[in-house]
């Protein structure tokens, strides 16, 4: 009887220990960075600024008002001891047909037009809105630039927008500039992804999106590759199972709340299926070469 009760207690204490590093959610840490976070956010603002001259901005109120307001639910919820408080957040919707999204340095962060259409559910959004704020948040941008062996800012802001517009495809923008320093602005490691997957899933679990649904999202992106699909992918490349772990991780967290922007979604979609169809990448790299 003792040593029965001595093995189930036993066993009990070893399935209370795999439970409990199961439910524990990943903590992420920041890394040694060589940029200053005011770097950041002087890097990321003339990128900003060069993106808005050269990209067509959608500019439309209520689907500005829609991703801004994701957005600031999202920086909301990042927690304090990763929070920069010289970091400027802003969220622009950009008139292109890709499936993409991209976010720079201390905070400026551009949706394509075509990754809104692409979403079913504002969770979906929030999804692809909170694993690009965790890049921001964690530095990631900054600390792929830091391994370029020299770097000077002007050179590096001044290259982004070719790393954007060139892409994988013409780089018709970026002639010239071979592997521009810019690029370690937009295409991360896996280690990066991986911690950008599991922030971006708490983040999303603390403003009340439903974390599972980042993990769905990125699935169509895959599923929709072709075209327009891969760009995003290529930049933010599979750390590995990466549909599971941001299951298993949600599986830890309890989203606080309801977010409650679906039916603001619901109405901007619409909006969005009535305009002319949004310009590809190509084509406007095209018209500003002209
Ligand atoms: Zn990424």
Redesign the pocket.
């Known amino acids: 009887m003792t040593r029965h009760l001595a093995r189930s207690s036993a066993s009990l204490v070893a399935a209370l220990l795999v439970s409990a590093s199961l439910s524990a959610q990943t903590k992420i840490a920041l890394r040694k960075n060589s940029f200053t976070p005011s770097q950041d956010v002087q890097l990321g603002r003339q990128a900003a600024a060069e993106v808005r001259q050269q990209l067509p901005m959608l500019n439309d109120s209520p689907t500005d008002a829609l991703v801004e307001t994701i957005g600031r639910r999202l920086v909301a919820a990042v927690p304090a001891r990763l929070g920069q408080p010289a970091f400027r957040y802003s969220f622009d919707v950009v008139n292109l047909r890709e499936i993409n999204a991209f976010a720079l340095p201390g905070g400026p962060m551009f949706l394509h037009r075509g990754m809104l259409q692409a979403a079913r559910t504002d969770d979906e959004v929030a999804g692809v809105m909170a ?2 704020l ?2 921001v948040v964690l530095r ?1 941008g900054t600390l792929q630039a830091a391994k370029a062996q020299k770097f000077q800012i002007g050179a590096i802001a001044g290259q982004v927008l070719g790393a954007i517009v060139g892409g994988q495809k013409g780089a018709i923008i970026a002639q010239g500039s071979q592997i521009g320093l810019g690029t370690y602005f937009l295409k ?1 490691s896996r280690e ?2 991986r911690e ?2 599991l922030l971006g899933a708490q983040l999303m679990a603390r403003a009340g999106y439903d974390p599972r649904q980042m993990a769905n999202m990125f699935r169509t992106i895959q599923q929709q590759g072709g075209n327009s699909g891969p760009e995003f992918l290529s ?2 490349p599979d750390p590995g199972n990466r549909h599971d772990a941001i299951v298993r991780e949600a599986a830890s967290l309890k989203i606080a709340g309801a977010a409650t922007t679906g039916p603001a979604f619901d109405s901007v979609r619409a909006r969005l299926a009535r305009m002319p169809a949004a310009p590809t990448t190509q084509q406007v790299a095209r018209a500003n070469q002209r």
């Open positions: 694993h690009e965790s890049h990631h991360y990066y992804e950008a997957d930049d933010h």
